[in-house]
Every structure is written in structure tokens, then in C-alpha cells.
């Protein structure tokens, strides 16, 4: 099956239903827990769980894979930086993402496979390409692996670029041996100054695999050879998406059938990353917006179009969000709930814009329709109608996982709201804090760090700022300041 790249589809989920009836397989990269998890980060999560969730209210058991990237050249760095174990650092920030998503509503993946349990499936890839011609061994004896781009004719397809026009590869250590630059790492050797911890042993010499080189083997050994769908961020389209797809075809692998990419969540125009200096944690955004009204921002573009962050933006959401629960609260009240029908039916129009390349805006145009409709049918005591339409408003958000009665987001205002307090008092003394240290008045902040110590707090000091969490809670439980 030819090659389909989906950022400028117009029919995806009526194009992909009749390949595989019933059956859905879906694979979307995952994090790379090196630092807690911002709202740019969680996007393509909350976007791809909207595809999930469509599919599976047209009927289709849908495998679902996230993976955890827990071993790279970030993580190694930041985590010596830190003064921990890289294992410890990665699994600390792993269930921080964890605990957002699920904040968010995210359904759980059906597996959620970490690249340091896949080693053997990558070592078998690597022999596959080195078989077929389209890998080799660094000859400087660093243990190195590369890819051969120019051994695989169709390097490039995904994201439509002539070889010659792109920029060597970045995966691989200054002066590396590669017979192209922009062969990138399969495999990369240990390095003395790396922890033996972070080396595997292969056939070509101990090291850790390369990042493009993971997705492949955990999508395909719980996916098997050939797919269906394959997601992530708009920036993973190159190199990381084009180098997947490239290993995965050379060694034989039909891959993924289908590619589809988020667009990026900004500020003042600019892509929301840690570089620029512009990032906001999910914590920090559960303080100012409920999980639900967030979601609800994230889910109302359309998934290849940039979301603007602001105060503007988050009050909009808040009240548009606040339209359909309150609509979902008045009829609830007013009907007996032995005569409300169940839920999965959604109007034709809903249906044609989910069909239409998860046309999100358009999906909540009507539901703001049928709560309008709802809301005329409550003032004109029509409670004859009203028992369908809080059927259908229901279903429509809870396909796109804003459900109001979903009891998650009960849970996750309440724990939301005391974690929040909480963080909000503990910051306040870790400011005053960092500046008694700053104006080297150490008395002060030994005895605020006194105070938080017999309080049940327990402050850690990083690269990255003062972490703090409660006395015996886990290190997932950590907060940054």
C-alpha cells in the first residue's frame, strides 16, 4: 500500500475504516521524561486520544501504543546534573507525564513499552539492516552503527525532501566516522565518561541504542510488521518520523500506513519549548484552569493547527466549557434518570466532522448547537425532547473526553485543588528561601528550610531549582519551584 501522509488529509477515518475492519493499530511517541511534562507536551497525547475514542465509537477495538523514550543523550546529561541514577531521574518524570495525562483524560495506552526493555528487538533490527546492506559498523572502533541513507531509494518520502537539500544528522558524537552525514545512529557506543548502567552488549561492542531506532522496534514488536496509524508532534516528522520509517522499510517492515501530525502549542507566537524560555508545566496551568477546561482548549482547534496560550484564550475556554456543563447539570436535574437513554449515539453532523480529518471545531459547533437546542427546550418546558438531546450532548463530549459527569473530573478538580494550595504555600517559603540564599543571609534559610522539614516537607536542591515533596511520598510526588 502506497505511502499516505495525512497533514493536509481531508477524509482520514472514512479513508482508514474499510483496511481494517474492526481492527485498529496505533502507535504514538511518547514521552522523553527528562523534566516535568508542559502543556506542549501533552498535546499530541490529548489529540490522538480523540482519534482513539472516535474509532472506538464507530466500533473498532483499538491497540493503542505509547512508548517512553527512558534512555537518551538528555536524559544521561540531566540526570548527571542532578546528581542521580539516569534510571531514577527518567522513571521520576515519567509518572509526572503519567499523572497528566490521566489528569487530562487521557485513556491509559494498551501498553505503554519503555525503550530499555525492547534491547534485544533493537539489536535484531540493527542485524536485519546490517544483513540487508543498509547499516554498517563504524570503523573507528567507537562501537558506533549507522544508517545508510543512501543504500534506501525512498529516503525522504515522508516528508516529501530531496536527500542532497538535508542537513547532516545530529544523533551521533562531533568527528564521527560515517560514510554520509546524514547517516544517523542505530547504535551508539559507550562512551568512558557514560554510566555502565546506560551500556547494553551487542555483537559490534557494548552501548545504547539510538533514539529513532527505538520507536521502531517497540511499535512493530507489539503492533507487528505493518500498522495502521502512527502519530506524534509536528516537530517529529524530521528527522525522527522520516528515520523510523526508513529502518522500518529497509529491514522489510511495511510500517505504518498512515502518518498524522499535531501542530504545536505556542505563546506570543512561538513554539512552547524550554529553549525559548516560555514554558508552562501542567501543574502551573491546573492552578489557574480546572484539567477539564484545559482539555477542552486542546481539544477545540483542529489537531494540525497551532493553540495559542494567553489568559484570553484560557478564560474562553472556561466559559465555552462552562456552556455545556451547565446545560449537562439543569436538564440532569430535571429528568428522572430511569428515562435518560444511553449514551453513544451523536448526531449525523458530529459524525461527518470527526469523519472530515477529526474536524474538532467543527464536532463542537454542533454540540453548542444541541446545548443551545437544549437550553430553549428547558425554558419552553419541552421535557418531551430533552431526555435525547442531553443523550447526544453527552455522547459528543465524551467522544472527545469532556464528558461533565465523568467522575475523572471530579477527581481531578479535588486533588487538583488541595495539590495546588499545597504547592502554592510551599513555593511562597522556597521564594523566600532562594532569596535569604541569594542575599547570603544563610540564618533565614536554614530556618525556613527548618520550618518545611517539620511541616512533613522535604526540599531537594537541583540544577533546575528546589523540588520539594511530602515526607515518605514518592519521587513522582516531587514538585520544582
Same mark, same amino acid.
Given at each position: 500500500?502506497?505511502?499516505?501522509?495525512?497533514?493536509?488529509?481531508?477524509?482520514?477515518?472514512?479513508?482508514?475504516?474499510?483496511?481494517?475492519? $474492526?481492527?485498529?493499530?496505533?502507535?504514538?511517541?511518547?514521552?522523553?521524561?527528562?523534566?516535568?511534562?508542559?502543556?506542549?507536551?501533552?498535546?499530541?497525547?490529548?489529540?490522538? *486520544?480523540?482519534?482513539?475514542?472516535?474509532?472506538?465509537?464507530?466500533?473498532?477495538?483499538?491497540?493503542?501504543?505509547?512508548?517512553?523514550?527512558?534512555?537518551?543523550?538528555?536524559?544521561?546529561?540531566?540526570?548527571?546534573?542532578?546528581?542521580?541514577?539516569?534510571?531514577?531521574?527518567?522513571?521520576?518524570?515519567?509518572?509526572?507525564?503519567?499523572?497528566?495525562?490521566?489528569?487530562?483524560?487521557?485513556?491509559?495506552?494498551?501498553?505503554?513499552?519503555?525503550?530499555?526493555?525492547?534491547?534485544?528487538?533493537?539489536?535484531?533490527?540493527?542485524?536485519?539492516?546490517?544483513?540487508?546492506?543498509?547499516?554498517?559498523?563504524?570503523?573507528?572502533?567507537?562501537?558506533?552503527?549507522?544508517?545508510?541513507?543512501?543504500?534506501?531509494?525512498?529516503?525522504?518520502?515522508?516528508?516529501?525532501?530531496?536527500? !542532497? *537539500?538535508?542537513?547532516?544528522?545530529?544523533?551521533?558524537?562531533?568527528?564521527?566516522?560515517?560514510?554520509?552525514?546524514?547517516?544517523?545512529?542505530?547504535? @551508539?557506543?559507550? @562512551?568512558?565518561?557514560?554510566?555502565?548502567?546506560?551500556?547494553?552488549?551487542?555483537?559490534?561492542?557494548?552501548?545504547?541504542?539510538?533514539?529513532?531506532?527505538?520507536?521502531?522496534?517497540?511499535?512493530?514488536?507489539?503492533?507487528?510488521?505493518?500498522?495502521?496509524?502512527?502519530?506524534?508532534?509536528?516537530?517529529?516528522?524530521?528527522?525522527?518520523?522520516?528515520?523510523?520509517?526508513?529502518?522500518?522499510?529497509?529491514?522489510?517492515?511495511?510500517?505504518?500506513?498512515?502518518?498524522?501530525?499535531?501542530?504545536?502549542?505556542?505563546?506570543?507566537?512561538?513554539?512552547?519549548?524550554?529553549?525559548?524560555?516560555?514554558?508552562?508545566?501542567?501543574?502551573?496551568?491546573?492552578?489557574?484552569?480546572?484539567?477539564?477546561?484545559?482539555?477542552?482548549?486542546?481539544?477545540?482547534?483542529?489537531?494540525?493547527?497551532?493553540?495559542?496560550?494567553?489568559?484570553?484564550?484560557?478564560?474562553?475556554?472556561?466559559?465555552?466549557?462552562?456552556?455545556?456543563?451547565?446545560?449537562?447539570?439543569?436538564?440532569?436535574? $430535571?429528568?428522572?434518570?430511569?428515562?435518560?437513554?444511553?449514551?453513544?449515539?451523536?448526531?449525523?453532523?458530529?459524525?461527518?466532522?470527526?469523519?472530515?480529518?477529526?474536524?474538532?471545531?467543527?464536532?463542537?459547533?454542533?454540540?453548542?448547537?444541541?446545548?443551545?437546542?437544549?437550553?430553549?427546550?428547558?425554558?419552553?418546558?419541552?421535557?418531551?425532547?430533552?431526555?435525547?438531546?442531553?443523550?447526544?450532548? $453527552?455522547?459528543?463530549? !465524551?467522544?472527545?473526553?469532556?464528558?461533565?459527569?465523568?467522575?475523572?473530573?471530579?477527581?481531578?478538580?479535588?486533588?487538583?485543588?488541595?495539590?495546588?494550595?499545597?504547592?502554592?504555600?510551599?513555593?511562597?517559603?522556597?521564594?523566600?528561601?532562594?532569596?535569604?540564599?541569594?542575599?547570603? *543571609?544563610?540564618?533565614?534559610?536554614?530556618?525556613?528550610?527548618?520550618?518545611?522539614?517539620?511541616?512533613?516537607?522535604?526540599?531537594?536542591?537541583?540544577?533546575?531549582?528546589?523540588?520539594?515533596?511530602?515526607?515518605?511520598?514518592?519521587?513522582?510526588?516531587?514538585?520544582?519551584?
Amino acid at each position: 500500500m502506497p505511502l499516505r501522509l495525512y497533514d493536509s488529509a481531508t477524509r482520514l477515518v472514512r479513508d482508514f475504516v474499510p483496511l481494517v475492519p $474492526r481492527q485498529a493499530g496505533m502507535y504514538v511517541c511518547g514521552p522523553t521524561p527528562q523534566g516535568s511534562p508542559h502543556v506542549g507536551h501533552v498535546r499530541a497525547q490529548v489529540s490522538f *486520544d480523540v482519534l482513539r475514542r472516535w474509532l472506538m465509537v464507530t466500533g473498532y477495538a483499538v491497540t493503542f501504543v505509547r512508548n517512553v523514550t527512558d534512555i537518551d543523550d538528555k536524559t544521561l546529561a540531566k540526570s548527571a546534573d542532578a546528581g542521580r541514577p539516569w534510571w531514577a531521574h527518567a522513571y521520576t518524570y515519567e509518572r509526572e507525564f503519567d499523572e497528566a495525562y490521566a489528569a487530562l483524560n487521557v485513556l491509559a495506552p494498551s501498553i505503554q513499552p519503555r525503550a530499555t526493555g525492547h534491547i534485544l528487538e533493537m539489536i535484531e533490527l540493527i542485524e536485519r539492516l546490517l544483513a540487508r546492506g543498509h547499516a554498517y559498523i563504524a570503523q573507528d572502533g567507537s562501537g558506533d552503527v549507522y544508517f545508510d541513507v543512501r543504500s534506501f531509494a525512498d529516503y525522504g518520502q515522508l516528508t516529501h525532501q530531496r536527500l !542532497d *537539500d538535508m542537513q547532516p544528522a545530529e544523533d551521533a558524537d562531533p568527528g564521527a566516522l560515517k560514510q554520509d552525514p546524514r547517516d544517523f545512529a542505530l547504535w @551508539k557506543g559507550r @562512551k568512558p565518561d557514560e554510566p555502565a548502567t546506560a551500556s547494553w552488549p551487542t555483537p559490534w561492542g557494548p552501548g545504547r541504542p539510538g533514539w529513532h531506532l527505538e520507536c521502531s522496534a517497540m511499535a512493530t514488536r507489539y503492533l507487528g510488521p505493518e500498522f495502521d496509524i502512527h502519530g506524534g508532534g509536528i516537530d517529529l516528522r524530521f528527522p525522527h518520523h522520516e528515520n523510523e520509517l526508513a529502518q522500518s522499510r529497509a529491514a522489510g517492515d511495511g510500517f505504518a500506513r498512515y502518518w498524522l501530525h499535531n501542530a504545536w502549542v505556542v505563546q506570543s507566537g512561538e513554539k512552547m519549548s524550554k529553549s525559548v524560555g516560555n514554558t508552562m508545566t501542567i501543574q502551573a496551568l491546573f492552578g489557574r484552569v480546572r484539567p477539564v477546561v484545559l482539555r477542552y482548549l486542546l481539544v477545540g482547534p483542529h489537531y494540525r493547527s497551532n493553540i495559542e496560550i494567553s489568559d484570553e484564550s484560557l478564560a474562553e475556554a472556561t466559559a465555552a466549557y462552562e456552556r455545556i456543563e451547565g446545560f449537562v447539570a439543569r436538564a440532569s436535574q $430535571r429528568l428522572d434518570s430511569a428515562v435518560q437513554p444511553p449514551l453513544g449515539v451523536v448526531p449525523v453532523a458530529f459524525a461527518a466532522a470527526m469523519d472530515d480529518d477529526l474536524s474538532t471545531p467543527a464536532a463542537l459547533a454542533v454540540l453548542h448547537d444541541t446545548v443551545r437546542e437544549g437550553n430553549r427546550a428547558l425554558a419552553d418546558g419541552e421535557l418531551g425532547r430533552l431526555p435525547v438531546l442531553l443523550a447526544e450532548v $453527552r455522547s459528543m463530549a !465524551d467522544t472527545l473526553g469532556l464528558d461533565p459527569l465523568d467522575p475523572v473530573w471530579d477527581a481531578a478538580s479535588r486533588d487538583g485543588s488541595a495539590q495546588t494550595a499545597l504547592d502554592t504555600l510551599v513555593r511562597a517559603e522556597l521564594d523566600a528561601r532562594g532569596q535569604a540564599r541569594k542575599e547570603r *543571609d544563610f540564618a533565614t534559610a536554614d530556618a525556613i528550610r527548618e520550618r518545611l522539614v517539620a511541616a512533613g516537607v522535604t526540599i531537594e536542591d537541583t540544577p533546575d531549582g528546589a523540588r520539594w515533596s511530602l515526607a515518605g511520598a514518592s519521587d513522582a510526588d516531587r514538585q520544582e519551584s
